[in-house]
């Protein structure tokens, strides 16, 4: 689950991080009252205002049929105001978003952390994730943060260093003191730093994150470290227990399609092709979505209704397939083993009765457990369904339905 950076913060600062400080607002009145407040509780002389949504690249990104970018600086109130103005309702496109872009819902109204002082600003890049190849989390960071990062990894990629961590005895001291020396720091700074590693390593552990990107952690003026933003992802299996954390779910910056499934326990991913998945089992899937792009085809989702599904998930399955207006053909391919298929093929049989015409064509493959009474109520039916017994006929009545 990823949350938006003002939620990122509030979570980092809970563990001792030092954070970029602000409030979120969703109005352009709510931005001003926000600007006041922390001028009040910080002195800053300006504002940043952000817009909230779930992707990176808000710098550089631009606010739909304007030049506003997705961060951006005020120097007065009116300033905030206009400013939130133009962002909120509106899209905003990055690299990460595509061309279609993400809906700015809230925007973060932030203190200047680049204020004067005597020692020059400088911005470092820092995340935590898990390596699975090693099966240990791992630091990667490097002195050349900011938003230019990609390039930094693609031109100089002597300049992203990594820190791995043993899972048996956990982030170490002198692990913390040798990313700080890899980032060439000294004196204030240098102690700043090892303590900001240290806690934000407890932050990523204490609350079963999957992701921490703090780009950029900010050496201030003053020697202190500051996270300036904070895209933070948390392991969705761990939100059981987590029921603080799951609350701060933004349903809204997610797929709709998604979210419904969620509803009814389907496993579903969204994705741009035109064929539709029906399958139980995550391999089974992986696999006939293989079939469909060989067959010329592409997948248009990717849809596990497991290994308990009767007619009423199947129902909900099709009804979540058929909101695709791209969805140009469906593929249902059940291997019973623990589902039955008679299951599959009632509910089949009850998506078209209860959702009405279904325009594209349905190509069903059932196998295993009672696949027989399968095919007898898919017969007796009278509905259009291309009937498949291998995985080779299906994929060509595939390619028959798209040619």
Sequence with gaps: MNLHEYQG??????FGVRVQRGYVAETPEQAVEAARRLQAETQTPVWVVKAQIHAGGRGKGKIEGTE???VALAKTLEDVQRIA???LGRKLVTLQTGPEGKTVHKVFVAEDAYLPGPEEPKEF?????LDRQRSRNVIVYSPEGGVNIEEVAEKTPHLIFREFVDPSVGLQAYQCRRIAFNLGLSGTAFKNMTVFIKSLYEAYIGTDAALFEINPALKAADGSIIAVDAKVSIDDNALERRPEIASMRDILEEDPMEVEAGQFN??????????GCMVNGAGLAMATMDMIKLSG????NFLDVGGTADARRVENAFRIILKDPHVKAILVNIFGGIVRCDRVAQGIVDAYRNIGSIHVPIIVRLQGTNAEEAKKILEESGLQVLAATELEEAALKVQEVLA
């Design 85 to 87: 103005g133009a962002m």
């Design 68 to 70: 506003q970018r997705g």
């Design 266 to 275: 389907l496993n579903f991913i969204k994705l741009d092709g035109n064929v």
């Design 297 to 300: 085809g592409e997948p248009a």
């Design 9 to 14: 913060k509030s979570l980092l600062s809970g």
């Design 125 to 129: 890049y820092i995340s935590i994730l």
